[in-house]
């Protein structure tokens, strides 16, 4: 009997110790590309999911149900020879509202600039010291992206050490022919988010993202009006961004994951607060302003 719970809880130790910090979902989609084997994307999806989830990015301990769940999934547009190929790649991540069973979005882009070369059966490296793979740069680049919003939603700027991993591996790939690293390019890319988010001087967004998680989102199962009060509050710090520099790569981002989430928050919100709210994100995501227009509908 006492083995038996002695290897119980072995199994249990070691599942929690052993735990990635990824609970990373990789799908790769070739539905473009006519007449290629199939079973080579395939071995491409599987290879993918074993580099990002069976890789220890962090040098924390993750128990299984705290590891952060994102999502990757690879739109293959053409295949340029066997082994090299032109795709888009949709990274999204979500972290668990406290004491609910609700997640909140943290990051939904597509990047469209993903050349790469892939062979199967072949073990994917990666090295943060140089530039070895554009296909594990991009792959390493989001997951120390990922790591690091969540680790900033928890705790304030919690996720520096992330960020500035992938602003390494942006360095290193200055000088290669993929598109996606340089600040020339355009001003939504990789190089342009990792600057972003490090840069001194739009410091409150990483501000609001800890304020509009850790002391809003998290408090609304118990306090709902004190919650929503913290995310009005965070809403502001990014009115100083935006009078920054209207347009910034970081606040759209934030309103591609954010903006159906506000409208639900503040559509039960006193009319005051519903005000200043929909005057500010009006101002900050006129984008998106037909959507912000519920806010002051709901709940009247």
């Known amino acids: 009997m006492r083995n038996i719970w002695f290897v119980i809880l072995t199994l249990f130790v070691l599942q929690t110790v052993s735990a990635q910090e990824l609970d990373c979902r990789i799908q790769v989609i070739s539905s473009q590309v006519q007449g290629t084997n199939k079973q080579k994307y395939e071995t491409m999806q599987t290879s993918l999911y074993e580099f990002m989830n069976n890789r220890k990015w962090t040098n924390h301990v993750f128990s299984m149900d705290e590891r952060i769940e994102c999502t990757m999934i690879i739109t293959i547009s053409k295949e340029i020879s066997a082994d090299e190929f032109d795709a888009t790649l949709t990274v999204q991540a979500r972290r668990p509202v406290f004491n609910t069973n609700y997640y909140s979005t943290i990051l939904n882009f597509n990047d469209k600039n993903m ?14 010291a140089q ?17 690091g919003l969540d680790y900033d939603s928890f705790s304030m700027e919690g996720g520096d050490e992330y960020f500035k991993k992938a602003e390494t591996i942006v360095s290193k790939a200055q000088n290669e022919k993929e598109k996606g690293w340089k600040a020339f390019e355009n001003e939504r890319n990789r190089y342009w988010l990792v600057e972003n988010l490090l840069n001194d001087k739009y ?3 990483r501000k609001c993202m ?7 989102l998290d408090l609304m199962s118990e306090k709902p009006e004190d919650g929503r009060a913290e995310i009005a509050e965070s809403v502001k710090l990014l009115q100083n961004v935006y009078r920054q520099k209207p347009g910034l790569f970081i606040l759209q981002l934030f309103f591609d994951a ?13 009319p ?3 005000n200043r709210v929909y005057e500010a994100l009006k101002e900050i995501d006129p984008a998106n302003g037909s959507k912000y227009a519920k806010i002051r509908e709901g709940g009247n």
């Open 115 to 128: 050349t790469f070369k892939f062979q199967e059966y072949q073990t994917l490296e990666f090295n943060e």
């Open 131 to 147: 530039h070895t793979s554009n296909l594990t740069s991009i792959l390493a680049f989001y997951a120390y992206v990922i790591i």
């Open 203 to 205: 410091s409150d967004f």
């Open 210 to 216: 800890y304020r509009y998680h850790r002391l809003g």
């Open 258 to 270: 954010k903006a159906d989430e506000l409208v639900n928050i503040f559509t039960e919100s006193f």
């Open 272 to 274: 005051d607060e519903k």
